[in-house]
């Protein structure tokens, strides 16, 4: 079993930033992708980033690259989430996850364990 317990969340003007924290415990995760997504009001869940335990591939989404950035403290099994030039559409709950990729890639493609997620609003 693993707990993931996110944190860092709140209020931001746009254009500001933010960084979410994940801190992981329970049974060994090295073979395993954590990472984030997000869920707005009246949307459908959706990948934001993630990075392999073991060896550090990254992926990101689309509408997040170059303004996101993720990162693991292993020392701490903790994974990072810097959110800068945030817009008013990344208001959402981010919620962090680990699971596993069907490709080599750092995108999630099943999810084992979730966090119970952190809100992030971003106002004009």
């Known amino acids: 079993q693993v707990q993931l317990v996110e944190s860092g969340g709140g209020l931001v003007q746009a254009g500001g930033s933010l960084r979410l924290s994940c801190a992981a415990s329970g049974r060994p995760f090295s073979s395993y992708v954590v990472g984030w997504f997000r869920q707005a009001p009246g949307k459908e869940r959706e990948f934001v980033s993630g990075?392999?335990?073991?060896?550090?591939?990254?992926s990101y989404a689309d509408s997040v690259k170059g303004r996101f950035t993720i990162s693991r403290d292993n020392a701490k099994n903790t994974v990072y989430l810097h959110m800068n030039s945030l817009k008013l559409e990344d208001t959402a709950v981010y919620y962090c996850?680990?699971?596993?990729?069907?490709?080599?890639?750092?995108?999630?493609?099943?999810?084992?364990?979730w966090g119970k997620g952190t809100l992030v609003t971003v106002s004009s």
């Open positions: 990075i392999r335990w073991s060896g550090g591939t990254i």
């Open positions: 996850a680990a699971g596993t990729s069907d490709s080599g890639s750092a995108y999630l493609d099943r999810v084992h364990y």
